[in-house]
């Protein structure tokens, strides 16, 4: 009999930990308590970066087809198509790959996180039902087959949750729709996020002698924020024009001398906030995170939350003609960002519970970067399979480490941004100054001309 994997949460880490277990073997059942509807429905902005995106053309067959990604600055990944594109005979999973790549073009690689899973779930379920897949690497192009006779790949939308978990025994006790069931797993992985109702809380409540522990990293001096999701009407014309901004690429900063209309809102810094913006052409929706004023994360207000948001948009663009919608989505949060003591864990019987994801180590938004931290932890599994998970130390202190060299990177680089907007500041202020003194000289000069 071969062996049996179970994955809490079907975000994308548990989906494409999904497919590396199958490649190894592995069946597989993904649960997940929320129904379809809502697994499918979150709102958040995530940015797709090059390797992740050559990683998901390569499971596709478009290549063969003559399709091709050609990568610009940040933000912009165009797809290429084929002279005879109005011929080709292109399968159900073809248009799947087709569409989900003209959204990443079309959105700036910056897509809503639910567009993400619903087309790895899908995905993942063409693959399944053909029993394997290629993986069209440049370098090292390789072919995995599935024992579809053996290997099962279940998934459970809001109809099962976990009311036990015994590591001793490597037994799971569900709750499938009112009927309870033990059954036994060689491989557990929490895939669940990093919330009070997060999987590793019932683990560590059940199973204190092999409890997961975390270890605080460094958090944001600057500790609160807000996201909101709505719609804009008669955007600014730089919006569509450049409809992502960062701070990393120094295109969300506010000028100094326009942060007094922000002090009036609570923020009590020198400095403007970092913004990141998402505008979509196609739908006419816009995506907002970044920092808000600590009164607003203490009054927990998403009146407060709009009304920021609206002002950093008119502040930004120096337009406010525009108009928006009530929001979808508005919440305000603080980072609490820690890593797990262990990557995964031997279980005394020979199986394995392992962390993924946001359950791994939650990610720091400023840093853009989650999304494909959470997809090498599902990558990192047929290897470790493979070395018996000898090497999960190894990384587990290499993502410590890579958080830790990016977020100093990164704060070093708002501060050169944030050093430019001094310069320039200081460069206008000169400016004016200059253009003062020779407008007083001019006068004089006019005095002295009546002599």
Known sequence: MGKKAYIIGMGPAGLASALALLAKGYSVELIDCRSEDDVFSRKQGVFLQDDTIRDFFALSQL??????????????????????????????????DLAFFELIEKERTVIPIAE????????????????????????????????NAEQQLIFHL???????????????????????QNHSFDLLVDASGKTS??????????????AIGYEKLDNPDHNAFGV????????????????VLSPIEGTSFISLDKIAPLKALGWTHDHPPLIYLKYSKKSGDLYLTGEIPESILKDNSKKGL???????????????????SPPA?????KTDIEIADKFALLLPKGGIFCLVGDALMPANFLLGCGISNALDDANQLPDMIDNQFSQSEAYRNLRYLDYKNDWLFFKELIALRLKSLQLEQQLDLSKQEMELKQRELESVQQQYSFY
């Open 306 to 324: 709009k009304q920021w948001f609206d002002l950093v948009l008119q502040l930004l663009f120096n337009n406010t003609n525009f108009k928006t």
């Open 197 to 210: 109702k997060s999987f590793t809380q019932l683990w560590n409540t059940q199973n204190p002698e092999f």
């Open 158 to 180: 809001g109809d099962t949750q976990v009311v036990k978990v015994d590591a001793e025994n490597q037994e799971l006790t569900l709750d499938h729709d009112g009927s309870i």
């Open 228 to 243: 909101m999701y709505l719609s804009i009407n008669n955007p600014p014309l730089a919006m569509i024009a450049n409809p």
């Open 116 to 147: 993400l899973q619903r087309y790895q779930y899908n995905k993942l379920k063409y693959i399944y039902a053909q029993g394997g897949f290629t993986f069209q690497d440049e370098e090292d192009p390789y072919t995995v087959k599935f024992n």
């Open 329 to 333: 989505l508005a919440s305000v949060f």
């Open 63 to 96: 290549a063969s087809k003559g399709y091709s990604l050609e990568f610009k600055d940040n933000f912009i990944c165009k797809l290429i198509r084929p002279m005879d594109e109005s011929s080709l005979k292109l399968s159900a999973e073809d248009q799947l």
